[in-house]
């Protein structure tokens, strides 16, 4: 930690513990001011963001040589590109001269970024190959060290690649630790194992914390309260919206810590799935094809792996800001705190490459029905999150505390409405910002989850 | 059929919206009608194979419309004020049976507690004459921002 570094450790640890963490004595309690001080902000962008492995995107964005996307990705503007020998790259958006943006537009198909200030141009490798007036520079002018700057680290796990600023940063696999479990039923619904990002891009602000949306996008015990009208709308469309009885594997959905701060809810599928089990409001026409991606996935998986890919939903949290809804839809949400006060969000869905118009269809319309700006159930979870937000933050001095100890006394596995993984989250949040080791619950075992599978 | 009809169409269903007459904005509606509005990347998009903001046929219209005349559709309760301003209307085509016409639109939202925003694009709509009168086949609002950005979500009828 450099100099500034500690100043700003020093500063922010003379307030309270950012969470009180005791399993044994099933206490579990986050202070709030982590979700108010922009201290804490500033502190989180060192010691989080700069450390961990960020989603920079998906492979399917830039499928030939030249294609790139514009985004921000850990704070930081950068262009997404394949270059001309096909590699995946990630250049920082900035001129080697004096600062500018190369490119300004959100995608397209270039051979070169063109730096309209001064007029200096870059290869889609990176390259700088043309200077106007370069006689005028001196000798120790070197091109070939002024090239488009890669971000420090970027690797992919099955197509979707993460950037890292943090340059020892263990290799993207490891990090990655039990996601990857999760990431393999996501990527097997596709026949030869490629998936792609569908056109279309919501981006929308959400006016509260970045942490508050972990802990929402799978938290299952909001369900009932917040997205009463989501279930209404269901049941009124023909949808059996009660949790079957019966021989479900899992027979609940559970939550799990899939280590390194990744957590995940893992629910048994009963209210559709494009992949595998119709319901009325995908339509007759779409019943034969849902019936046939579910055959395809038994002909290639066999049946015990194809009903865990096809008849099991998880929302799959990648620490620190990525979530992978795989339900009804594929959802890939990634957010970024603009403030303490205040993130953006960008979410897309995804879907296997070359599935039937049909089924893509089915799967974008499952999409809207509870995901998204304006969905039946996203703009009730941003109204929560900012009602929190406005709730707490001043008075963060008379109410200090929130209280997260759902499950912690249990022994055994978690539910998806239980906190362990909300838990899992935070403790992994708090050892990166204080160095302090995280408490361990004894439910919180991989051992209880395998079990139930 | 004229403008000044359509004009006149346009600005009574803008009334029942603002006044959250959703029963009677459902009257207007064929009973396949469609109500989208486009990703702000891809404003000229295909719901079939992009993934929109909203895309409803008449039965997800219909469960829309229940759930916000709910007390649990919470990002609209209570609910926001909304004032609809509908100029530069024009017929793009029309027959005896059906027109395209399109609108500019500036929606402004107003929330207890300071939250709203201005709602900025273009009606692109099919209006099919029913009994002498326009029913809306289809209506697709598209938004000119580049972002849906602070305006943070689509909970009203645009
Ligand atoms: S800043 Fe890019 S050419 Fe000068
Ligand atoms: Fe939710």
Known sequence: ??????????????????????????????????????????????????????????????????????????????????????????????????????????????????????????????????????????????RSKLGLKD??????????????????????????????????????????????????????????????L?????????????????????????????????????????????????????NYNFRGRPVATWISIYGEEAKPAVEAAKAELVERLGEERAERVANTNRNLFVFPNLMIND??????????????????????????VGESAV???????????????????????????????????????????????????KDGEQLNSDELHLRTFWRRWNTMMTGEAAATETGDTAEAAEAAE | MNREAVEDFFYHEAALLDAWDLDGWMDLLCDDARYLVPPNDVPDGDPDNTLFIIADDIDRIRGRVKRLKSRDAHAEFPRSRTRRLITNVRILAHDDAELTVTANFSVHRFRRGGKGGEYVGRYIYTLRIEGGAFRIAERRAILDAEELGGLSAVSFIL
């Not at chain 1, 309260?225 to 609940?252: A, C, F, Q, R």
């Not at chain 1, 979410?347 to 296997?352: D, N, Q, R, S």
Request: net charge negative; proline share 5%.
């Open chain 1, 151 to 212: 971000v420090p680290r970027f690797e992919n796990y099955r197509g979707f690649w993460f950037a890292s600023f943090n340059p020892d940063v263990e290799d993207l696999e490891p990090y990655l630790a039990g996601a990857t479990e999760y990431i393999d039923l996501v990527v097997e619904q596709s026949a030869d194992g490629n998936m792609e990002i569908v056109s279309g891009v919501q981006e929308y602000d959400i006016g509260a914390n970045w942490k508050l």
């Open chain 1, 1 to 142: 930690m450099d100099e500034s570094g500690e100043i700003r450790h020093s500063a922010v640890m003379k307030k309270n513990p950012y969470i009180i963490d005791n399993p044994g004595g099933n206490d579990f309690r986050l202070n709030r001011e982590t979700l108010v001080d922009p201290e804490i902000l500033v502190a989180e962008r060192d010691r989080v963001f700069d450390q961990c492995w960020i989603y920079a995107g998906h492979e399917s964005e830039v499928p030939k040589p030249g294609d790139f996307q514009t985004r921000d990705v850990g704070g930081r503007p950068v262009i997404l590109t394949r270059d001309g020998d096909n590699n995946v790259r990630l250049f920082l958006n900035t001129c080697r001269h004096r600062g500018a943006k190369v490119c300004r537009e959100r995608e397209g198909n270039t051979k070169r970024f063109y730096c309209f200030y001064h007029g200096w141009s870059y290869r889609n490798d990176g390259a700088l190959v043309a200077v106007p007036g370069d006689d005028a520079y001196p000798d120790t002018f070197d």
């Open chain 1, 359 to 409: 089924m893509r269809k089915v799967r974008l319309d499952s999409f809207l029905t509870f995901y998204g700006p304006g969905g039946l159930a996203t703009p009730d979870d941003v109204e929560a999150l900012e009602q929190v937000q406005a709730g707490l933050t001043s008075t963060v001095k008379e109410v200090p505390w929130s209280v997260m100890t759902r499950g912690i006394a």
């Open chain 1, 327 to 352: 339900g009804s839809s594929v959802t890939v949400r990634a957010f970024w705190p603009e403030a303490a006060d205040r993130m953006k969000v960008t979410a897309w869905a995804l879907g296997p």
């Open chain 1, 214 to 266: 972990v802990e929402n996008s799978f938290d299952d015990y909001h369900l009932h309260s917040t997205h009463s009208t989501w279930l209404e709308y269901m049941k009124d469309s023909g949808v059996n919206i009660k949790v079957p009885k019966g021989l479900l594997l899992p027979k609940k959905g559970i939550g799990r810590d899939l280590g390194n701060g990744h957590a995940v809810i893992d």
